[in-house]
């Protein structure tokens, strides 16, 4: 499957809704247990989705294609959410979510990105020069790979539960 | 986290909304890719899925909690979806397993389970005796994992073109 930004937009636009079908009105247990220690809740990756979707997603992708002659990107910081979801309910955060991800789509498409655009490059903080296309492809696989988490996270809370099935669920492994 | 019944079912009811969120309406590209040869489309794990509410988890349930004296599971094929999928749509099948989820948990919570009742067993044909809560947790933990398993499929969609990323994203590698 090659790189389409139509086609990346049909996950990205789809992501606020699979994470609301998941997980709104779940009790707190489903959304506060984590895989033990230093792992993240449901909660936590909410929260993390958020903060990419304020400093980091459009952010970038705005700087590879300004013409500015310094294009580094800023640090991203994984942890930003522990301070900012204080406070907030899940539901807030996964209406905030959506809202954010609605506006950043709709800025997105309004800079008519053409294939040369994909091309473009930006400084990345470890990985140096990459493309205005690798950016948006790992936005996608970024999605899928949090909603795989969630699933995880929620998975394992059974991890003993489920008895001998143990052996035929690989996703309690992980 | 415990097994609760009703905790299961907050889980068990989700599922055909998250998976009509996350699939409903994309291009085929993104429901029949796979993840190599031998692998399983999203539009396979959904005609999997159907073939479990038609065959096992309700099935084996009745069994469990039946006078029955053989209390032996029937097999259940992995492979059915291939024959029983074909011709139909994604959406059809989408909401054929809509229909069939919440059908079956009507069933489930007519039976008022107790705790007593989740002790009981049927005879698993790999792992001899189960209980039912063993086996309603795993129902819980099935879908989590095809959930899991469909964002996978489809993040992979993007492993060359995340570039560098790719050592970032786990996912893409499992």
Redesign the interface.
Same mark, same amino acid.
């Given at each position: 499957? #090659? &790189?389409n930004l139509n086609?990346a937009i *049909? =996950?990205l636009e !789809?992501t606020p %809704?699979?994470l $609301?079908?998941?997980l709104d009105? #779940?009790?707190d *247990?489903?959304i506060n247990?984590n895989e033990g220690e230093e792992t993240w809740s449901p909660f936590d990756v909410i929260g993390h989705l958020i903060h990419g979707e304020k400093t980091d997603w459009l952010v970038r992708t705005e700087l590879i294609l300004s013409d500015k002659t310094d294009k580094k990107f800023p640090e991203f910081d994984r942890f930003a959410q522990f301070e900012e979801s204080k406070g907030k309910t899940l539901s807030q955060m996964l209406n905030e979510f959506k809202i954010l991800r609605k506006n950043n789509l709709e800025v997105l498409q309004s800079k008519n990105i053409t294939v040369e655009d994909l091309n473009k490059t930006g400084v990345?903080p $470890? &990985?140096g020069d990459? $493309?205005l296309?690798?950016h948006l492809? $790992?936005w996608?696989?970024?999605d #899928?790979?949090h =909603?795989?988490?969630i699933?995880?996270i929620?998975?394992k809370?059974?991890?003993d %539960?489920?008895?001998?099935?143990r052996a035929f669920?690989? =996703? #309690?492994d !992980?």
């Open positions: 499957m #090659l &790189f086609k *049909e =996950i !789809r %809704d699979t $609301t079908s998941m009105g #779940l009790s *247990e489903w247990n990345h $470890t &990985f990459v $493309t296309k690798q492809s $790992t996608v696989a970024h #899928l790979g =909603i795989a988490q699933s995880r929620m998975a809370q059974y991890r %539960d489920v008895g001998p099935w669920l690989p =996703i #309690l !992980r």
